[in-house]
Structures are given as C-alpha cells and as structure tokens.
C-alpha cells in the first residue's frame, strides 16, 4: 500500500517536473515572438498555438524550433 501510494506520488511529481520545462520553453519562444513581431504575450502565444495546429505538432515542440531559430548573439 505504502509502495503504491509512493509511485503514485513520484509519478505525479515526475508529470508536474516535465510540465514546467515544457512551460519553460513556451514562455521563452513566446518572448522571442513578442520582440520579434512586436506583439503582446497573448498575441504571441496565440501564434505559437496557431502554429503548432496548422502542423499538426505539439507547442512545445513549435517552441522548441523557435528557440532554436534565434541562437544567442
């Protein structure tokens, strides 16, 4: 029972780990979006989202590419 309940647990923590790397990564190609197009947050996400459902892929992975797009100068 015990076993269970710390799997469970460490389950659950590995998920919410793995959500905030991904939220990570989205928040900055939402930065490099906003300086980039001179937009607002909202907007900027918006264009990751439209971005990643007209290519049938996930956000993060939109983010990803995006970062990857804009190397540090």
Same mark, same amino acid.
Request: proline share 2%; net charge positive; glycine share 0%.
């Given at each position: 029972?015990?076993?269970e309940?710390q799997?469970a647990? =460490?389950?659950? $923590?590995?998920k @919410?780990? *793995?959500a905030?790397?991904?939220? !990570?990564?989205v928040n #900055?190609? +939402?930065g490099?979006?906003?300086?980039?197009?001179?937009m607002?947050q =909202?907007?900027? $996400?918006d264009? @990751?989202? *439209?971005?990643?459902?007209t290519? !049938?892929r996930?956000l #993060?992975? +939109?983010a990803?590419?995006?970062?990857?797009?804009?190397?540090?100068?």
């Open positions: 029972m015990v076993d309940k799997q647990f =460490e389950l659950r $923590l590995s @919410l780990e *793995q905030l790397k991904t939220a !990570k990564v #900055v190609a +939402v490099l979006v906003m300086a980039k197009y001179l607002n =909202e907007d900027a $996400l264009v @990751l989202k *439209q971005a990643a459902r290519q !049938k996930k #993060v992975e +939109v990803q590419e995006q970062i990857r797009a804009h190397p540090i100068q």
